[in-house]
Nanobody, 121 residues
Framework: QVQLVETGGGLVQPGGSLRLSCAAS????????MGWYRQPPGKQRELVAT???????NYADSVKGRFTISRDNAKKTVYLQMNSLNLEDTAVYYC???????????????WGQGTQVTVSS
């Protein structure tokens, strides 16, 4: 059993900052790619950023220069520092991970429960 638990969402004014965290727990041997996705109201889920176990990162164009993804492999945790937030960043943010279990099996689609980020004045 694997769980991804996100924390850090909330209400913030335009131009403000938030930091999201996602901690993985369970029968984990290794976490490969970790990432953040978001689903704005009335829209489909979209990629925000990903980071590999080797710390290579990838960002959606809409967040480049404003958001920073990082991870602590020892803590099995991924972070998303979000700066210069604007109204279009309002969404439910989901953590995602590709994990190799202790059994050796790869599972490429673990999701957290989501955390709401609302940008509003």
């Amino acid at each position: 059993q694997v769980q991804l638990v996100e924390t850090g969402g909330g209400l913030v004014q335009p131009g403000g900052s938030l930091r999201l965290s996602c901690a993985a727990s369970g029968n984990i041997f290794m976490i490969n790619v970790m990432g953040w996705y978001r689903q704005p109201p009335g829209k489909q889920r979209e990629l925000v950023a990903t980071i590999t176990s080797g710390l290579n990162t990838n960002y959606a164009d809409s967040v480049k220069g404003r958001f920073t993804i990082s991870r602590d492999n020892a803590k099995k945790t991924v972070y998303l520092q979000m700066n210069s937030l604007n109204l279009e960043d309002t969404a439910v943010y989901y953590c995602h991970a590709n994990i190799q279990l202790l059994s050796g099996r790869y599972v490429n689609n673990y999701w957290g429960q989501g955390t709401q980020v609302t940008v509003s004045s």
